[in-house]
């Protein structure tokens, strides 16, 4: 009887040591428009290009929150720059956030008055 139950408790923890979660890849949990290979750059264009910090989209300790409304209009920036960017002939890539923004949150509709 005793054997059993040491057979049993065994079959138990090996059970237990199958169901352990793999060590997992970084996962990005709520992507709409880019590709996880591409976060890294497109954040780094969207920084660059706006003249913000991260925190400008992100609510703190967690990217994938859409509570910060321009995180919102930020994916249909993304959205948007990938639409034109797809119109040219040659597949590369020819606009980015700085092209319409310059280092500004909002661009300008005219040029400054001289
Ligand atoms: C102008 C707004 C903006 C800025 C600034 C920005 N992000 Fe993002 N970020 C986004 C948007 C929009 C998405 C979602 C893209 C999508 O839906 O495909 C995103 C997604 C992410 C994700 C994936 C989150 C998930 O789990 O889905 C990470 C990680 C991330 N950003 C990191 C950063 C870091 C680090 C910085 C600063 C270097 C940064 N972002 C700056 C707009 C921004
Ligand atoms: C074709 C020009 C163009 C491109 C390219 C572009 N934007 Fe914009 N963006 C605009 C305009 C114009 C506005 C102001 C919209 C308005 O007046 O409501 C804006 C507004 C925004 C806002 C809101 C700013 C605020 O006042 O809070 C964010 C965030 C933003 N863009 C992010 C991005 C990101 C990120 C990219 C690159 C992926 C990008 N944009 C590329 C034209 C552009």
Not at 65 to 81: E, I, L
Not at 93 to 113: D, F, I, N, T, W
């Amino acid at each position: 009887m005793r054997l059993l139950i040491l057979v049993f408790s065994l079959c138990g923890i090996a059970l237990l040591a199958q169901d352990a979660p793999k060590p997992a890849a970084p996962a990005f949990k709520n992507l709409k428009v880019l590709k996880p290979a591409d976060i890294r750059a497109a954040m780094g264009m969207a920084t660059s290009g706006l003249g913000v910090q991260c925190s400008e989209c992100h609510v703190q300790g967690d990217n994938g929150s859409d509570d910060k409304p321009s995180k919102v209009t930020a994916r249909m920036m993304f959205q948007m720059t990938q639409e034109i960017n797809a119109k040219f002939p040659d597949g590369k890539m020819h606009v980015s956030c700085y092209s319409c923004h310059r280092g500004q949150k909002e661009p300008l509709m005219a040029a400054p008055k001289a």
